[in-house]
């Protein structure tokens, strides 16, 4: 799955381009930031899936007792 990051950043860039279209001749830079926003957000979203999919058996956090 080493691609997937790519992927999911090329989906966010497909959000941003088409939220620009959208937004920015109508709210200009306010619309910009509107559609980045946006776009970040989607990433996180499909990231988290994506996460949330993996098998994340491997992946363990190990809690520091005291005194160790």
């Known amino acids: 799955r ?3 990051p790519v ?3 090329c989906l966010g860039a497909a ?3 088409c939220g620009n279209l959208l937004l920015v001749p109508r709210l200009y830079t306010v619309g910009a930031a ?3 926003t946006l ?3 989607f990433i996180l979203l499909l990231a ?3 996460l ?3 098998d994340a058996s491997h992946i363990r ?3 520091l007792q005291e005194g160790s």
Do not use: D, P
């Open 52 to 54: 949330r999919r993996a």
């Open 34 to 36: 509107i559609s980045t």
């Open 48 to 50: 988290v899936i994506a």
């Open 61 to 63: 956090i190990n809690h």
């Open 2 to 4: 080493a691609g997937l």
């Open 39 to 41: 776009s970040y957000a």
């Open 15 to 17: 959000v941003k381009f």
């Open 7 to 9: 992927r999911i950043l």
